[in-house]
Every structure is written in C-alpha cells, then in structure tokens.
C-alpha cells in the first residue's frame, strides 16, 4: 500500500488531500505502527491540507482501552463505530462479534479522547419494536456523539440471516415497519439538533463527515489497496480484490487496476443518484451547464410525476426529496436517469 501511494502521487500532484479514510474490511487490524507509516506516506508524497480530517473504522471488539489510547496519539482525529445496536438479541442476530457491555465500554473510553466520532446504527431489523428502536437512539444520544449514520437491514444472500429467514426461524425484513422507524429517526435526531444531510446520515453544525461528502458531491478520491476505488471526475478505477494478485503487480511496478471512462450520461445519472441523497439537492442550472439542456429538460419532465406525488420539489433552482419521498429517493433516482445514450 505504501509503494501504491508512491507509485499513484502523480494522479493528485495539482490537488490537495482534504481526507484520509481508513475503511472497511476491518482497518483496525493495522497496528499503530501501520497507521502511522500509511498516513506519513501520504503527506510524503502529497499536497495535504493543515487539519484534515483522518477518519478510522473500527468495532467496538477491536476498541479496547488500550487501542483507543494509543489511537488517540496519532493523527487520526475522528473514529467511526460500528454499533448497529445497543441490544444483545440484535447483535446476535446480526451475527456481530461485540456484545452490548463492549459497544457501551468503548464510548465510554473514545468520547474521552476524541471529540470526532460517528457511529452506525441499523434499524428494521426483525424483531426491533419501534419502542426498542427509538431507545437505541436515546443511548446513543446519551454519548454525546456529533455524527450517527444509520442504515435499514438488508439481508444479503447465503448469509446465516438469508437462511434463518428462508427457514422461517427469523421474520423477514418488513419495508413498512424500517420505513416508520427511519422516520421515528429523523425526527428524533433533528429535534436534538442534528441535521439530516444524507439521506442515511445525521451531524451536528461542523461535523458532517468530509470524506463522505467529497464523494456526494463529485469530488476526485484515490483508493488504496485491493479491491479499493478511486474517481477522478470522469474516470473510475477499481483495484483487484484478490490479495496476491495485488501484492504481485505493485511489486512489479504496475497498478492492479482496472478503469471505465465515464460517458455524459454516467456522469448525470450518478449527479441525480447522489444529488437527490443529500440537503444539496439537485442543481437545475449544473444539469443544463454540464450535460446540456436536454438534460434538464428531461429530468424537469421526469420529475413531475413525482413532484405531483410530493415526492419531489424545486426550491430556488435545486430538486429535493420531500419528507415523504426522503426513504424512497433512490427509487425516485431511477426514475429520473436517462439510459442507452452513450
């Protein structure tokens, strides 16, 4: 990874690193040595900005006192915890390795030494009552934390989940039941001073998650290791997820990477997809400038069905989701992209 960030410094050698991300699988499992080697690479080999912010990923399981203490003293400033829940028989079913005492002991420990923190919480899961739900956002709330990002269940195939589910042990996921707490969330959220400025993600003033921003709103971003992506405004780039096939090629000098050129239809439909996510909305006047007034004029046309469902408005210029259409937006995305003009 350190000979990647060498042999890629000149993609970014005219912009300036705002955001360094240690990202899932499991960064964690980096010793403090590694972290602090990786992001020295960085600032050796690029332009960074004075204070940026240098998240890390972590579980409540690899975050022991010890861990939070020497993270503390190196330059990562913000920590992202995977909590999902705050009760043990969800944890359980979620097939999560920390329990309840060790999401609470952690941060106990990480508020102590980082004001940055966000942490993840699931909700629609079966079996989550909306009353438990809205006490899995009291406790987290309880901590004090800046940032919560908060994502419906989603149950992925051949996992030990799918099966129970399938097998009729474990009640299905019902849309109507995450639907009703997603709104349990945001109006729990937003009345104790949050903002919702993505559609899964909650800060208070000034700790809206950078990193996670610059991809929302079309910024350049370099991937570093297997499987990792990159984006540089009109290009996407993938690594190979295989890790010797990774370690093979960097050592011979070459980039495991494979790249598609985006086309001006790409380019709108991933604006639309991720513009109608966030607070920003979708910019009528950016559609006409950077795609054409074709463009506009069909996303204006393709909208109004929508915006006659209140799904959909236009507020000075921007097309947003309303309330109503905020737990549906990705739907509501698709039906706005244009296909098959490459």
């Given at each position: 990874?350190?000979?990647?960030?060498?042999?890629?410094?000149?993609?970014?050698?005219?912009?300036?690193?705002?955001?360094?991300?240690?990202?899932?699988?499991?960064?964690?499992?980096?010793?403090?040595?590694?972290?602090?080697?990786?992001?020295?690479?960085?600032?050796?080999?690029?332009?960074?900005?004075?204070?940026?912010?240098?998240?890390?990923?972590?579980?409540p399981d690899d975050l022991t006192n010890q861990r939070i203490n020497e993270l503390a003293n190196t330059p990562i400033n913000r920590l992202s915890i995977g909590i999902q829940s705050f009760f043990e028989q969800d944890l359980k079913l979620m097939n999560r390795a920390h329990n309840v005492d060790e999401a609470k002991r952690c941060l106990q420990e990480a508020t102590k030494h980082f004001e940055n923190i966000s942490l993840d919480l699931i909700y629609g899961i079966p079996?989550?009552?909306?009353?438990?739900?809205?006490?899995n956002i009291e406790t987290a709330l309880s901590y004090n934390i800046p940032h919560i990002s908060s994502y419906a269940l989603t149950v992925e195939p051949k996992t030990a989940l799918d099966t129970f589910i399938k097998k009729g042990v474990i009640a299905n996921v019902d849309d109507d039941v995450a639907q009703e707490q997603f709104h349990i969330l945001i109006e729990k959220l937003v009345a104790s001073g949050f903002v919702h400025y993505e559609l899964s993600n909650f800060g208070k003033p000034g700790f809206f998650s950078k990193n996670n921003s610059a991809y929302w709103q079309g910024e350049s971003y370099l991937g570093i290791g297997p499987s990792a992506h990159s984006f540089?405004?009109?290009?996407?780039?993938?690594?190979?997820?295989?890790?010797?096939?990774?370690?093979?090629?960097?050592?011979?000098?070459?980039?495991?990477?494979?790249t598609e050129i985006l086309s001006t239809t790409d380019k709108y439909n991933e604006y639309v997809m991720t513009g109608l996510r966030t607070m920003w909305g979708v910019s009528l006047e950016k559609v006409a400038q950077d795609f054409g007034i074709g463009y506009k004029n069909y996303i204006l046309k393709q909208s109004q069905k929508h915006i006659n469902e209140q799904l959909l408005y236009v507020d000075n210029g921007k097309l947003l989701v309303t309330k109503k259409g905020k737990f549906l937006s990705d739907g509501i995305a698709s039906d706005l992209f244009k296909l098959n003009l490459r």
């Open positions: 990874m350190v000979r990647e960030l060498e042999l890629r410094k000149d993609e970014f050698k005219n912009q300036t690193i705002e955001t360094i991300y240690f990202g899932g699988g499991t960064p964690s499992i980096l010793t403090i040595d590694e972290l602090r080697l990786l992001i020295s690479e960085v600032y050796k080999n690029y332009q960074v900005s004075d204070g940026p912010e240098i998240t890390l990923e972590a579980n079996g989550l009552s909306n009353e438990r739900w809205l006490e540089n405004g009109s290009e996407r780039g993938w690594n190979v997820r295989n890790n010797s096939k990774y370690i093979k090629a960097i050592a011979q000098n070459t980039l495991p990477m494979e």
